[in-house]
Nanobody, 124 residues
Framework: VQLQAFGGGLVQAGDYLRLSCVASGRAFSSYDMGWFRQAAGKEREFVATINWSGASTTYANSVRGRFTVSRDNAKNTMYLLMNSLKPEDTAVYFC??????????????????WGQGTLVTVSS
């Protein structure tokens, strides 16, 4: 599985962005997926997960109510809509595949495939 994340950029606090993650392969619709982020000098942290069908999602406390994860299995694409962005949301955002079958995992070590990341910078 190959993943490509894009849609990052430089925005002001309060603005919004929508990230996309496009996956190769036919099995995309069977995978649970996740978004993670890594700020400069910090460890990679969980942002959101979505199960294979899109019916179940989880969010980090820091983004709940502002970010929305969704997917379109017909397009092999997962999205992250980020509203009310804050400077502390500045990070490289990664998408990843979780083949464990458990779903909703916030531990990046449980994810098998990763995209290359897209940089989101939020200015104050």
């Amino acid at each position: 599985v190959q993943l490509q994340a894009f849609g990052g950029g430089l925005v002001q606090a309060g603005d919004y962005l929508r990230l996309s993650c496009v996956a190769s392969g036919r099995a995309f619709s069977s995978y649970d997926m996740g978004w993670f982020r890594q700020a400069a000098g910090k460890e990679r942290e969980f942002v959101a997960t979505i199960n294979w069908s899109g019916a179940s999602t989880t969010y980090a406390n820091s983004v709940r109510g502002r970010f929305t994860v969704s997917r379109d299995n017909a397009k092999n694409t997962m999205y992250l809509l980020m509203n009310s962005l804050k400077p502390e949301d500045t990070a490289v955002y990664f998408c990843a595949v979780d083949r464990s079958g458990w779903g909703g995992n916030s531990d990046p070590a449980l994810y098998d495939y990763w995209g290359q990341g897209t940089l989101v910078t939020v200015s104050s």
